[in-house]
């Protein structure tokens, strides 16, 4: 399987940068509320609307980035929890090796000197005055080095164990207010949308409606593979099979996607793993510009890269447009283009 991943930045870098972004929404939030129109047009409605959509998807973005940190960190601290509980059975074998009497001394609280290495500040210096007195012999001293080097291990994996658990519970309450962040945008939306008359709604709907079906037409002529990598041409062949499904933020398919995760999906179909994010995705191959995209290239969109579907061919693409439409036909123009990347 083909892998293209580029290495995580810290994750207390980007835990700075989501609080930033976190509060730099909220500052948006207030400046949408202030600026609302009483009676807007329909035009006026489509475009703020968009907009909100965007900021949406921005945070969405920075949403799954974190989510997917969160995971990793996750199983960092299942991994560190799991060894020092081996750990600990391993010391245990080791300080039942010492002896059915030395054992029973621990158990009941009164620690032989053999024993006592456990509550030295200086074990070398113990073991060292242990065997000049002739209290331990040589095997026992050679236990004891590996209790004792055990020990040091099973508190060093649980101090970091420690730490990784409150940063998980700092992430978690990062991705609470990203939460709310996201449905504020989408609440301001739908809000904006209400205020339409149902003729004006309708007339909207028809107007997204009739734009996926002329860029479902013009992707069904003829196209071009010559261009196109083998992955390229399975994962938009996959992404194909998957118009209709619902946008669902944070999703991954297979019944419903966000942008990037209908991007990540199409392409494990082919044997690919790309990272979860637009932002990563975009560096996942080789940049292509606009006149050199071929069908199953990544696309990217808006200049922090919030955005990115799948080349469909003709000037078309598929991608999951925004929170309550499906995954559609659209044409490169209904966004701000950056650039392609061609995986494989």
């Given at each position: 399987m083909a892998s293209h991943r580029r290495p995580k930045q810290p994750s207390r870098a980007r835990v700075t940068f989501f609080g930033a972004t976190a509060v730099a929404t909220a500052a948006l939030a207030s400046t949408?509320?202030?600026?609302?129109?009483?009676?807007?047009?329909?035009?006026?409605?489509?475009?703020?609307?968009?907009?909100?959509?965007?900021?949406?998807?921005?945070?969405?973005?920075?949403?799954?980035?974190?989510?997917?940190?969160?995971?990793?960190?996750?199983?960092?601290?299942?991994?560190?929890?799991?060894?020092?509980?081996?750990?600990?059975?391993?010391?245990?074998?080791?300080?039942?090796?010492l002896g059915s009497v030395a054992s029973s001394q621990y158990r009941n609280?009164?620690?032989?000197?053999?024993?006592?290495?456990?509550?030295?500040?200086?074990?070398?210096?113990?073991?060292?005055?242990?065997?000049?007195?002739?209290?331990?012999?040589?095997?026992?001293?050679?236990?004891?080095?590996?209790?004792?080097?055990?020990?040091?291990?099973?508190?060093?994996?649980?101090?970091?164990a420690t730490e990784k658990l409150d940063e998980l519970e700092q992430l978690r309450e990062e991705l609470d207010e990203q939460k709310d962040i996201i449905q504020g945008r989408l609440n301001d939306a739908q809000e904006l949308l209400n205020q339409l008359t149902a003729e004006e709604q309708a007339e909207l709907e028809a107007q997204q409606e009739q734009e996926a079906a002329d860029a479902a037409a013009a992707a069904g002529g003829p196209v071009d593979l010559s261009g196109a990598s083998s992955y390229g041409a399975a994962a938009l062949s996959a992404a194909q099979t998957a118009l209709g499904a619902p946008y669902v933020w944070g999703a991954t398919g297979p019944s419903s996607f966000d942008c990037s995760g209908l991007t990540s999906w199409a392409y494990s179909q082919a044997g690919v793993s790309l990272p979860r994010i637009s932002q990563d995705q975009a560096y996942a191959g080789a940049t292509v510009s606009r006149d050199q995209l071929?069908?199953?290239?990544?696309?990217?969109?808006?200049?922090?890269?919030?955005?990115?579907?799948?080349?469909?061919?003709?000037?078309?693409?598929?991608?999951?447009?925004?929170?309550?439409?499906?995954?559609?036909?659209?044409?490169?123009?209904?966004?701000?283009?950056?650039?392609?990347?061609?995986?494989?």
């Amino acid at each position: 399987m083909a892998s293209h991943r580029r290495p995580k930045q810290p994750s207390r870098a980007r835990v700075t940068f989501f609080g930033a972004t976190a509060v730099a929404t909220a500052a948006l939030a207030s400046t949408h509320a202030a600026q609302a129109d009483p009676n807007p047009t329909l035009e006026e409605v489509q475009e703020e609307v968009e907009e909100l959509n965007h900021e949406a998807e921005e945070a969405i973005e920075e949403y799954n980035g974190v989510k997917e940190e969160e995971q990793e960190l996750q199983d960092e601290v299942e991994e560190l929890q799991d060894s020092a509980a081996r750990g600990q059975e391993e010391l245990n074998e080791l300080r039942g090796s010492l002896g059915s009497v030395a054992s029973s001394q621990y158990r009941n609280g009164g620690l032989d000197p053999s024993v006592q290495l456990f509550l030295s500040a200086d074990p070398d210096a113990y073991l060292d005055q242990a065997s000049t007195l002739d209290q331990v012999s040589g095997r026992q001293a050679e236990t004891l080095r590996s209790i004792e080097a055990q020990q040091r291990t099973l508190d060093q994996q649980r101090e970091e164990a420690t730490e990784k658990l409150d940063e998980l519970e700092q992430l978690r309450e990062e991705l609470d207010e990203q939460k709310d962040i996201i449905q504020g945008r989408l609440n301001d939306a739908q809000e904006l949308l209400n205020q339409l008359t149902a003729e004006e709604q309708a007339e909207l709907e028809a107007q997204q409606e009739q734009e996926a079906a002329d860029a479902a037409a013009a992707a069904g002529g003829p196209v071009d593979l010559s261009g196109a990598s083998s992955y390229g041409a399975a994962a938009l062949s996959a992404a194909q099979t998957a118009l209709g499904a619902p946008y669902v933020w944070g999703a991954t398919g297979p019944s419903s996607f966000d942008c990037s995760g209908l991007t990540s999906w199409a392409y494990s179909q082919a044997g690919v793993s790309l990272p979860r994010i637009s932002q990563d995705q975009a560096y996942a191959g080789a940049t292509v510009s606009r006149d050199q995209l071929a069908p199953g290239d990544l696309v990217f969109f808006y200049d922090e890269l919030s955005h990115v579907g799948i080349y469909a061919g003709n000037g078309q693409m598929i991608h999951a447009p925004r929170p309550g439409g499906v995954v559609e036909y659209s044409s490169l123009d209904v966004m701000p283009f950056m650039w392609g990347v061609r995986v494989g």
